[in-house]
């Protein structure tokens, strides 16, 4: 048993998408979240810098109690997963794209992969596609400017909508009938892709759900849980300025 908090990471607003889920299956768990805000977007970074920055977010996290970290960002994982694990010693969760499941669902053979430049360069992704795409023409894309507007909170903005159509629609025109949100900003994007998808059958999907089953799997494992009597504590932190932790706490609290 052990009543310090999860630390979640994100280069920004995206990791929130994953807090959702951690929050709502794990009432008894203190959260800290934190969305560096400051170097945000980490998409087209090297994979050095990236490696630097999720490090020093990591020690960060360590350095406020967190008993175990999820990287709640494909990107950082994709560059940092195995840096951060050989550099710290508490359980660090990763992120990457839900590709085996889309490859297991998709009956027309055609899946979409929607995602960072960075997320889709690294190994573990393109292993993950040559193992179990076999048959499966796997499409991938980079969401350009979805990353800068889910920052802005201009999910509903026509300018995003038409943004998100100029990337989704060839995807679905050459036949893909699921598609994979790859980063953890697109999940705030899922209703404008809904819109673009309109009537046909396409699957929208994305990692929440089996990141937090892992994290539970992690805490029995470590034993590790929050007692149930915990009170949670709530905190949101960023490396950027205090307007920035106050609209990160806005949008996960959904005000
Ligand atoms: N949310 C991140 C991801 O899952 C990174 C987005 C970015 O900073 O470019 O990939």
């Known amino acids: 048993m052990n009543n310090n908090p999860i630390g979640v ?11 959702r889920e951690l ?48 990287v709640a ?17 508490i359980p660090i969760v990763g992120l990457e794209p839900a590709v085996k499941p889309a490859c297991a669902m998709t009956r027309t053979k055609v899946v979409g992969v929607l995602a960072t430049e960075r997320s889709l360069k690294g190994e573990k992704f393109l292993s993950t596609v040559a193992r179990y795409g076999e048959g499966v023409e796997v499409i991938k894309a980079v969401g350009e400017g979805f990353v800068e507007a889910v920052e802005r909170n201009e999910e509903q903005e026509p300018a995003t909508e038409r943004l998100v159509r100029q990337v989704v629609e060839p995807i679905i025109e050459r036949g893909a009938d699921v598609i994979v949100l790859g980063c953890t900003h697109y999940p705030f994007l899922r209703d404008v892709i809904a819109r673009v998808v309109g009537e046909r059958e396409v699957a929208i999907i994305d990692s929440g759900t089996a990141v937090e ?17 915990n009170v949670p504590c709530i905190e949101f932190i960023t ?12 949008k996960a609290l959904g005000k």
């Open 239 to 250: 490396f950027a300025d205090e307007e920035y932790r106050q609209r990160l706490q806005d």
């Open 213 to 229: 089953k892992r994290v539970e799997s992690l805490l029995d494992e470590y034993d590790l849980r929050a007692a149930e009597d």
């Open 9 to 19: 990471y994100d280069s920004g607003f995206g990791g929130l998408s994953v807090w």
């Open 23 to 70: 929050h709502r299956a794990l009432p008894c768990e203190s959260l800290i979240y934190l969305g560096d805000g400051k170097n945000c977007p980490y998409g087209s970074l090297p994979a050095e810098r990236i490696k630097e920055l999720a490090e020093e977010s990591v020690r960060e996290l360590i350095g406020r109690g967190c008993k175990m970290v999820v």
């Open 73 to 89: 960002c494909n990107t950082a994982t994709a560059a940092a997963i195995s840096h951060l694990r050989a550099t710290f010693d």
